[in-house]
């Protein structure tokens, strides 16, 4: 099963009984009305809409501009293919995330070379990644994770793996809203990829947003999520527009709809207040947690702004019971968790396809026995926050 599809099981669909559900997507009436309003209009597809989301987000975060596209997996491997690296250039990531990373960057004729991560914080360190492109000889680009919503130095990453920030594309699918240091991420390097996937901390259901400083790379990015064409059917019918276009280069399919920014745009207004009650969640956690046997509690920042995608805390041997056994019981009592996430070199397809060291990726392995990702969405009250604690502790007593 893919982490996504773990993540809806373990979610509640409407009319599930689940009592706390892993996470769940609120689509407000606001929302709603904004997508009547373009349903009404007579252009449901890319239009101004999508140019006024593209432009609130990136104002939000600081960036010069945002591409609106059809999901973070897009984004990532348009990003890529516009780096313009070889056909088999190497590309460090992580190996401690989801696969849409790993496919993009096959996708884009490139090859993905894993690097292990440290085991408190299921992130890259600077000398693991020093050690990771050492050992194949060098890198052409790196995909950057903040896992979560954990800020990672950036900069720093960039520099252990010998880059500029210029070879960097970062996976921001768990980051809207997490600040590196001063900086937003967002605005640091070459493409930063969002998602606005259904469990998601801006969530539309599906989507994603590619934000740079580049306005030639945005140009082109514009181009290659419409099969590369010149121009786009809203500006070719555009008063005084003309009908043609050109094929520039071997673009995707992979634009937003208008009525999806419709969406973002509604749930954008909301982020900040969002944003704010999911600290609090995580505070509250921290704080009914604290003490438990066998549980650890997820590591604070260096630097910078935690988004909070995820709350995931390590079930460790002094816990009463296993991971797993741990998840089944509280499924039982109606609460929904999930892993975040299965390694790379643990699903079949990657790990054929991705660079592996011959030492293994331990500290990868030992994250992934351990990690268990708790309720967490900003529509949680103060009593669910309390029911997982409450069976998390009578779980822990059993021992
Ligand atoms: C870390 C990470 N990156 C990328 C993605 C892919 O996002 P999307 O579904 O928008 O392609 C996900 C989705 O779950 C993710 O968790």
Partial sequence: ??????????????????????????????????????????????????????????????????VAVSSCTAGIELALRGLGLPPGA???????????????????????????????????????????????????????????????DVERAAAAAGLGLDRVVEDAAHAFGTDVGARHVGSISRATCFSFYATKNLAIGEGGMVTTDDEEFADELVSSRLHGMSRDAWRRYLPGATWRYD?????????????????????????????????????????????????????????????????????????????DRLMERLAARGIGTSVHFIPLHRLTWHSRHCVIPETGLPGADAVFAETLSLPLDQNLN????????????????ER
């Fill in 247 to 323: 094929v520039t280069v071997d673009g995707l399919k992979a634009n937003l709809t208008d009525v999806q920014a419709a969406i973002g745009r509604a749930q954008l207004k909301r982020f900040d207040g969002d944003q704010a009650r999911r600290a609090q969640v995580a505070a509250r956690y921290d704080t009914l947690l604290h003490g438990l046997d066998g549980i650890r509690l997820p590591p604070r920042p260096a630097v910078g702004r935690h988004a909070w995608h995820l709350y995931a805390v390590r079930v460790g041997p002094e816990f009463a019971l296993p991971r």
């Fill in 90 to 152: 190497r590309v460090l990531m992580s190996s401690d995330t989801f696969c849409g990373a790993a496919s993009a960057i096959t996708h884009a004729g490139l090859v993905p070379v894993l690097c292990d991560v440290d085991p408190s914080t299921a992130l890259p360190t600077e000398p693991l990644i020093h050690t990771a492109v050492r050992a194949v000889g060098g890198v052409s680009a790196m995909v950057v994770v903040h896992l979560g919503g954990h800020p990672v």
């Fill in 382 to 397: 103060d009593d669910d926050v309390d029911e997982v604690c409450t069976a998390l502790w009578e779980t822990g007593e």
């Fill in 1 to 66: 099963m893919t982490n996504n599809a773990l993540a809806l099981a373990t979610s509640a669909p409407s009319g599930s009984s689940r009592r706390v559900p892993f996470a769940r997507t609120v689509i407000g009436s606001d929302a709603r009305a904004a997508v009547d309003r373009v349903l009404a209009s007579g252009w449901v597809t890319t239009g101004q809409e999508v140019l006024d989301f593209e432009r609130e987000l990136a104002d939000q975060v600081g960036a010069a501009r945002g």
